[in-house]
């Protein structure tokens, strides 16, 4: 009996011993798992920072069409003033020539006020064509130099 005893205890410590074997193991086991839950939650708060801040790009970029858009309709607006302007001069020369043909002198006052009218207008057009070809430069040297930064092909 004392030696189906002795087997008990041996059996008895090597259970013992294997339990503590697994509890050692799982220890380290569940250490990693918490270390890449905790990854994983960094990982996650990362993702959502970098998404928020891919949208506010995306809404910056958004603005940036819209001054684009703004932009050509400014050249849209300025070619057809430029387009009136330029029909102004044909039809100011073509009642220049028939003064010169025909006219009497109650027309050369007439004619000399819509030629001081006429410049004031080109003089007008010029600043707004100025204004227009500065902003144009301003805002292609400004996307150039951000695609360039970001070195986009």
Do not use: C, P
Not at 75 to 100: K, M, T, Y
């Amino acid at each position: 009996m004392l030696k189906s005893v002795s087997i008990t205890i041996a059996l008895l410590a090597s259970l013992l011993f294997i339990d503590k074997l697994q509890a050692d193991d799982h220890t380290g086991m569940k250490k990693e798992h918490a270390t890449a839950h905790r990854q994983h939650d960094q990982w996650a708060a990362e993702h959502a920072k970098w998404r928020a801040e891919h949208m506010r790009a995306l809404a910056m970029l958004a603005k940036l069409q819209a001054h684009i858009y703004e932009h050509e309709a400014e050249l849209i607006e300025h070619d057809e003033e430029i387009r009136a302007h330029e029909d102004h001069a044909v039809h100011h020369g073509e009642e220049i020539a028939a003064h010169e043909h025909e006219g009497d002198a109650s027309d050369h006052k007439h004619l000399e006020q819509e030629h001081k009218d006429f410049n004031t207008k080109h003089k007008a057009l010029a600043k707004k064509h100025d204004d227009v070809k500065s902003d144009h430069q301003q805002l292609h040297s400004l996307l150039k130099a951000l695609f360039e930064k970001a070195n986009l092909k």
